[in-house]
Structure formats: C-alpha cells, structure tokens
C-alpha cells in the first residue's frame, strides 16, 4: 500500500524581523495570504491527503478553514521556536497518518511552492529512506564576519546549499529526531538538522530560487511579483 503524504506548516510565528501588527503568514500577496498560497501548492497535488497547521495559541486571524480542496485541513497549537511547533503539529497528525507516512514541512511564509518542485520532492523523498528537502547550492561568494562586520574569511562553497522547504520525512522517524533534539537542549533550524543528529543523510533536491521565505518586507515586495506573473 502506498503510504500516505500529509503535509505539515508551522504557522505559529509572529514575524519579528517583518515588523508591524499582523503575522506576515496573514499578509496577501497577488490576492491571497502567504498561507493560502503555501496550502494551495501543497493540497492541490493530487497524492497529497492533507494538511495539519501549526498556530499561534491566540491566532485571531486563522480563517478556520476546516478542508481544502476536498481535504482535510486540520489545526494544532505550536510552540515557542518554529521546531516545537513541528513537533505540536506531528503529534496532532490523525491516527490513521502512520510511522510510515511521507510528512512535507512546509513553512506558511513560503508561498511560491512550485508543483514541478513538490513532484520532484515526493518522488525522492519516497525512494530515499533517510528523507528529501528542497534547496539549492550558494551560488554568491560567502564571507565570514567579525563582530564589526569586517571580512575575516572567505569560505569554501562548492559544497555548500541553501535548504528550502517542504522537507519531507517519515513521520515516525522525524517525530523521534524533534524530540531527541528538544530532549538534549539542541535547537534545530531545520527538520533535516534533527535527522542529520540521528545519522541519517536527508537527499537535497535541487529546485527554483524564488521559492523565498518571506521575513522581511522586501521579500513581501518579490512575492508579490512572482506570484502575478509567474507560471508553471
Ligand atoms: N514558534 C514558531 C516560529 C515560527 N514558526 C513558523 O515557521 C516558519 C518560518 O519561520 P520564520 O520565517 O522565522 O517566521 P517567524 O518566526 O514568524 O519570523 P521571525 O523570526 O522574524 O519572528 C513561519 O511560517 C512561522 O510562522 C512557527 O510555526 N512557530
Ligand atoms: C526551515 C527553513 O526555512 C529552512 O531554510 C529555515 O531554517 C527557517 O528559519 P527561520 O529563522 O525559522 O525562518
């Protein structure tokens, strides 16, 4: 049987470094919020079943949506540091969703998620044992500062990628590397930093640039250009 795919947005976040009174995962870019926009791409994919976000205790702006596209869109509260609420949303995830099941953590401030990217993902996450994110390789010199900002190194990149999400891992496995994590004090970035604790070698798969997080409002600014003139 082939084992389910849900996905998973923490959505808990205030958006600091953005500023100003409303969450940037509520704000609208090309007529929908960035939320929208990241369930959208990750509902309407036909072998994805569906979706669990993580929110703020007070969240007074989640629309209450109960289903999209014909699948069940459910609700959790997250936590202090986006990783807590990953986990919040894992443990949430209905009991028929498996230790098998394919998880896709998918950050609600990323809305230009690409199918052709999401296809690619799932086909290699479901092959890979130890999971699959999306990302793509530095392609700018990389310097390394001081305190005053002053250029003390040049850093080797040729190895080096940018991770994006979805991040996509069983849920079994990704639910015991978060609470490893939080068990010894270590606070991960990222889903594919819990994994890459227990050993495991996640799979990068390369994919488009401008699938931006939005934390600041020049970002904002290059969603919304993307997201109204851009297709597939
Ligand atoms: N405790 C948290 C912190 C973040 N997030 C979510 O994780 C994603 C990526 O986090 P980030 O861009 O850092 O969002 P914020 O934490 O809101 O931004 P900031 O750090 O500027 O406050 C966002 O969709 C955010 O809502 C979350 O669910 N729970
Ligand atoms: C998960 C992530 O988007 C991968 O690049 C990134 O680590 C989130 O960082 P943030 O500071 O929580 O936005």
Redesign the pocket.
Known sequence: MTPRIWAV??????????GGEV???YLEAAGKTL?AHALDALLSHPRVDGAMV?L?ADDLRWPGWTSRHGKPLLRCT?????A???LAALRALPGDVDEDALVLVH????PNLRAADLNRLIDVASAHADGAILGAPVRDTLKRADADARIVATEPRSALWRAFTPQAFRRGALTSALERARAEGVLVTDEAMAMERTGAHPALVEGREDNL???TPADLALAEYLLARLTE
């Open positions: 947005l923490p959505a808990a976040g205030r958006g600091t470094r953005f969450p940037k995962q939320i993580a703020a997250g936590g202090g540091e986006r807590d609420s990953v950050d609600a401030a990323r997080k939005v934390t």
